[in-house]
T-cell receptor, first 116, second 117 residues
Framework: SAVISQKPSRDICQRGTSLTIQCQVD?????MFWYRQQPGQSLTLIAT?????????ESGFVIDKFPISRPNLTFSTLTVSNMSPEDSSIYLC?????????????FGPGTRLTVL | AQSVTQLDSQVPVFEEAPVELRCNYS??????LFWYVQYPNQGLQLLLK??????LVKGINGFEAEFNKSQTSFHLRKPSVHISDTAEYFC???????????????FGTGTQLKVEL
C-alpha cells in the first residue's frame, strides 16, 4: 500500500492568482494521477503525472491551466493557474503501482480550494 | 471509452437493515472494478476490488460486491449497516491492460448512503 499526503489541506484564494498543491507518497510508485471533485459531483481525472516527462492530460484540461510536475517517483505538484470561482473544487492526488496484477489506486486526503 | 452509472444518488436506510448500492458499467474492453468510500471531509478509501476469479468479492467493513458480466453490474451490498457507514460511495472501473494510459479510473457519480437510527 501507499500513504499519500497533500499540502495544503485547504486554501481560499483570490481570482486571478495561482496555487500549487503538493503530493507526497511514502514509497516509490509507478503511477500518479490528479483528480478534481467539484461540489456535489464525482471525481474527474485531470491528468497522469509522468516521471521525467510531460503530464498526459485528459480531454478538457490543458497544461497552461493545470501545469504538473513529477520530479521523482514519490512527489508531484499540480498548479491551478489564473484561478476563477469555477475552479473551486477538491483536488485529489492518487498513486498506483500500475501493474496489471495490482490495479489499486491510493488517494490523498484532498485539497479543498475556494476561489473568491 | 468506459462509463459508470450509479442510478441512486441517495439511499436512506435504517441501522441494522441491509443495503444494496447499484453500479452498472459500460466498456468495450475487459475491466477491473472498484468500490471506494469517502467519509465527510476525507479522501477516498478502497472498499473492495474485482480483478479476476470469484465473482463475489468481500471487502472491508463487512461490504461485499458481485460482478455480473452479463448484466455489466457490480452492486455493493451489506447485510446490516451501521451509523458509521454513512458516507459517499463511488463505483469505478479501469481497463485491464496498460493501454498507454496506465490504470486510469473512471468514476460513477456516487451514492450518498445515509444510515438513520
Amino acid at each position: 500500500s501507499a500513504v499519500i499526503s497533500q499540502k495544503p489541506s485547504r486554501d481560499i484564494c483570490q481570482r486571478g492568482t495561482s496555487l500549487t498543491i503538493q503530493c507526497q507518497v511514502d514509497s516509490q510508485v509507478t503511477m500518479m494521477f490528479w483528480y478534481r471533485q467539484q461540489p456535489g459531483q464525482s471525481l474527474t481525472l485531470i491528468a497522469t503525472a509522468n516521471q521525467g516527462s510531460e503530464a498526459t492530460y485528459e480531454s478538457g484540461f490543458v497544461i497552461d491551466k493545470f501545469p504538473i510536475s513529477r520530479p521523482n517517483l514519490t512527489f508531484s505538484t499540480l498548479t491551478v493557474s489564473n484561478m476563477s470561482p469555477e475552479d473551486s473544487s477538491i483536488y485529489l492526488c492518487s498513486a498506483g503501482l500500475g501493474t496489471a496484477a495490482n490495479n489499486e489506486q491510493f488517494f490523498g486526503p484532498g485539497t479543498r480550494l475556494t476561489v473568491l | 471509452a468506459q462509463s459508470v452509472t450509479q442510478l441512486d444518488s441517495q439511499v436512506p436506510v435504517f441501522e441494522e437493515a441491509p443495503v444494496e448500492l447499484r453500479c452498472n458499467y459500460s466498456s468495450s474492453v475487459s475491466v477491473y472494478l472498484f468500490w471506494y468510500v469517502q467519509y465527510p471531509n476525507q479522501g477516498l478509501q478502497l472498499l473492495l476490488k474485482y480483478l479476476s476469479g470469484s465473482t463475489l468479492v468481500k471487502g472491508i467493513n463487512g461490504f461485499e460486491a458481485e460482478f455480473n458480466k452479463s448484466q455489466t453490474s457490480f452492486h455493493l451490498r451489506k447485510p446490516s449497516v451501521h451509523i458509521s457507514d454513512t458516507a459517499e460511495y463511488f463505483c469505478a472501473v479501469s481497463d485491464r491492460g496498460l493501454t498507454g494510459g496506465g490504470n486510469k479510473l473512471t468514476f460513477g457519480t456516487g451514492t450518498q448512503l445515509k444510515v438513520e437510527l
